[in-house]
């Protein structure tokens, strides 16, 4: 059993940038691969971003390659969301999940944070 708390949403202009974190309890946070996830209204939820159990292995979806660096510290039981180049579109309710195997689907995921909202103003 994990539990996950988003933090650091809130409202930016457009190309400005915000860093989400995501804390986890337990002490076995090292085993869950990570991912992040977004849904904008009116849409489902999508995938964003993944982080391998140690952290060398990324993906990020195509929407936010380049803008968007997903990382993990095991040893505070936190991943990280920079978010820069920040663009409307990306408004959404953000959420980090964790996974014993897992990467790009929503069910793959066992463990879900209650979301932070992004705010992007144009």
């Known amino acids: 059993q994990v539990q996950l708390v988003e933090s650091g949403g809130g409202l930016v202009q457009a190309g400005g940038s915000l860093r989400l974190s995501c804390a986890a309890s337990g002490r076995t946070f090292g085993s869950y691969v990570m991912g992040w996830f977004r849904q904008a209204p009116g849409k489902e939820r999508e995938f964003v971003a993944y982080i391998s159990r140690s952290g060398f292995t990324t993906i990020y979806a195509d929407s936010v390659k380049g803008r968007f660096t997903i990382s993990r510290d095991n040893a505070k039981n936190t991943v990280y969301l920079e978010m820069n180049s920040l663009k409307p579109e990306d408004t959404a309710v953000y959420y980090c999940?964790?996974?014993?195997?897992?990467?790009?689907?929503?069910?793959?995921?066992?463990?879900w944070g209650q979301g932070t909202q992004v705010t992007v103003s144009s």
């Open positions: 999940a964790a996974g014993i195997n897992a990467a790009k689907a929503v069910g793959g995921y066992n463990y």
